[in-house]
């Protein structure tokens, strides 16, 4: 079993919708939780960053995580077709090394 | 403040052939992996470097080295390239260690082994 599993999509939208990311783990040490955005030949962009349980919004990203059933989503209101890239999550325990999903390419509609 | 730096941006090699990448972390950032990027993999991690010293390495042979000098910057190695180390490689920093655990991505290295 992968430590971290995110589903590849693709995921297509129109503009304007609210976009659900999600991802699952199994390690129950991760406590530091990130979402990236990558865009097509570019390095992923850290997005969001989270420690532990809840919720933390920023502009029109929500990320939430909840520990109990290892389970964070990335949330985008208002979509827009800037958003159209491959989003990553990420995360990490106590140790050392970060665990990535596979990523999941959105693509929003104009 | 800069971001990291990654050169060259570019590379194409032939099979047989030794390739060296190139990493500047961000200023104060102490920690530098590197990771290999696919489209059927996605994200693998290399290896991740500390203060000069290796303290973790993933599952890759031994055809892929790195190391990292007094001033943080890092350099990796692969030799005797094969078709599929065609990839884009990735350098991350971070200041893990030092009390955050954010990882900062460079744009990477897109390398082609024909």
């Known amino acids: 079993q992968k430590e971290v599993e995110q589903d590849p999509g693709p995921l297509s939208v129109p503009e304007g919708a609210i976009v659900s990311l999600n991802c699952t783990y199994s390690n129950s040490a991760f406590q530091y939780f990130m979402w990236y955005r990558q865009y097509s030949r570019k390095g992923p962009e850290l997005l969001m960053y989270t420690y532990s349980s809840g919720n933390k919004e920023d502009g029109r990203f929500t990320a939430q995580v909840d520990k109990s059933s290892k389970y964070i989503s990335l949330f985008i209101r208002d979509s827009q077709p800037s958003d159209s890239a491959t989003y990553l999550c990420a995360m990490k325990g106590t140790g050392n090394q970060f665990y990535f999903g596979t990523g999941t390419s959105l693509t929003v509609i104009p | 403040k800069a971001g990291v730096t990654q050169t060259p941006r570019y590379l194409i090699k032939t099979r047989g052939q030794q390739v060296t990448l190139s990493c500047s972390p961000i200023?104060?950032?102490?920690?530098v992996s590197w990771y290999q990027q696919t489209p059927g993999q996605g994200l693998q991690f290399l290896f991740e470097?500390?203060?000069?010293?290796q303290r973790n390495k993933g599952n890759f042979p031994g055809r892929f080295s790195g190391r990292q000098f007094s001033n943080s910057r890092s350099e990796m190695n692969v030799s005797t390239l094969e078709l599929g180390d065609s990839a884009l490689y990735l350098c991350?920093?971070?200041?893990w260690g030092q009390g955050d655990e954010k990882l900062f991505f460079g744009s990477g290295t897109q390398l082609s082994v024909l």
């Open positions: 991350a920093s971070s200041r």
């Open positions: 200023s104060g950032h102490r920690s």
């Open positions: 470097y500390f203060s000069e010293t």
